[in-house]
């Protein structure tokens, strides 16, 4: 753990609202590793996002922190000020959002955006930040003479590689990546995944991959995490937790994606709604979709536990076949 570049330790993030308080994440902890691709996989709700965004503390109300640290590099970004929380967005992480559209000004050439990311950080004249932002994008295989157009003179593909050309602006040694591929055909998507996995190998960051898309989580992540109702349910080896799932949660998510190669397999989708997180029952929150349900269950929260498998999982049918 000394090791890790990010280090999340009983983190919980609430939602307050007049009908209540929802917590979105609940006493998360995980670390990345410098160069290391971790994958946050679940439904939408889960809570993924939601962690993304406290690691930057992009949140406002009526969202807050009670409880929890995050440490980048041993330096506790919860209690940073603005002036460290400014030099730490961009310079040690940056994100990438879902909809590249939403994340880029309109009415601003990408020229001006990924210029005014550089002069705001670096004390560079305008044209070494000009001939940076030529350079970005040519690092994300478009052209510069591109700098002048604006983001609807671009196709999604190019957008969304645009976004990323301004998140590698300072080159950070964390990239978040909340679903960025997730209005892109597949196509475009594969090319997007293998150009990121290229500027990995260039620039040597880590990357908090987010996605619902377990099956493609496999492919890129060396570990995943798996998210339910705000809790992390389990976590491990990519290639184990997609191969070998050991939560009846993941195993309804990797079953619910079908295989390319191989013999042709039924897929099975999760019984009932994601729960209400206003309305949490007492034990395992994912008690009333589990097939497998238990006693324990109902009464007593699970816990992340060492499996065989050499993953961490939250279960007590787990712990009953052992």
């Not at 993924?48 to 807050?64: E, G, N, Q, V, Y």
């Not at 550089?118 to 070494?128: D, F, G, M, N, T």
């Not at 040519?138 to 609807?152: A, N, T």
């Not at 994601?274 to 816990?303: M, T, Y």
């Amino acid at each position: 753990m000394s090791q890790a570049l990010l280090e999340i330790n009983n983190l919980s993030v609430d939602y307050v609202s007049p009908n209540g308080i929802a917590r979105a994440v609940n006493n998360v902890s995980l670390s990345i590793a410098p160069g290391e691709t971790l994958g946050l996989a679940g439904e939408s709700g889960c809570g993924k996002s939601t962690l993304a965004f406290a690691i930057s503390r992009l949140h406002k109300a009526p969202a807050l922190i009670p409880e929890g640290e995050i440490l980048y590099k041993g330096k506790d970004v919860l209690k940073m000020n603005d002036k460290q929380l400014r030099a730490f967005r961009w310079n040690d992480t940056s994100v990438v959002f879902q909809s590249a559209m939403n994340s880029l000004n309109p009415v601003i050439t990408i020229g001006e955006q990924l210029i005014d990311v550089i002069l705001a950080h670096k004390q560079v004249s305008l044209k070494q930040a000009n001939e940076k932002a030529t350079e970005l994008l040519s690092v994300v295989g478009i052209h510069g003479d591109r700098l002048k157009s604006f983001p609807h003179q671009l196709s999604g593909g190019m957008r969304q590689r645009v976004v990323i050309a301004i998140a590698l602006a300072l080159e950070p040694k964390l990239i978040i990546m909340d679903e960025p591929t997730t209005a892109l055909d597949v196509v475009v998507e594969r090319e997007i995944l293998n150009e990121l996995y290229d500027l990995k190998e260039k620039f040597g960051f880590s990357i908090l991959f987010i996605s619902h898309d377990l099956s493609l989580m496999g492919e890129i992540a060396d570990r995943i995490g798996v998210m339910y109702a705000g809790n992390l349910i389990e976590i491990g080896d990519a290639k184990t937790v997609f191969n070998q799932p050991s939560h009846p949660y993941t195993k309804g998510l990797v079953s619910s994606f079908p295989t390319i190669h191989g013999p042709k397999e039924r897929l099975y989708g999760i019984p009932g709604d994601p729960v209400n997180l206003l309305k949490l029952p007492s034990g395992c929150n994912f008690q009333a979709r589990c097939n497998d349900c238990v006693e324990n269950c109902k009464s007593d929260e699970p816990i992340l536990r060492a499996q065989a498998s050499g993953v961490h999982a939250a279960c007590h049918i787990l712990e009953v076949q052992k």
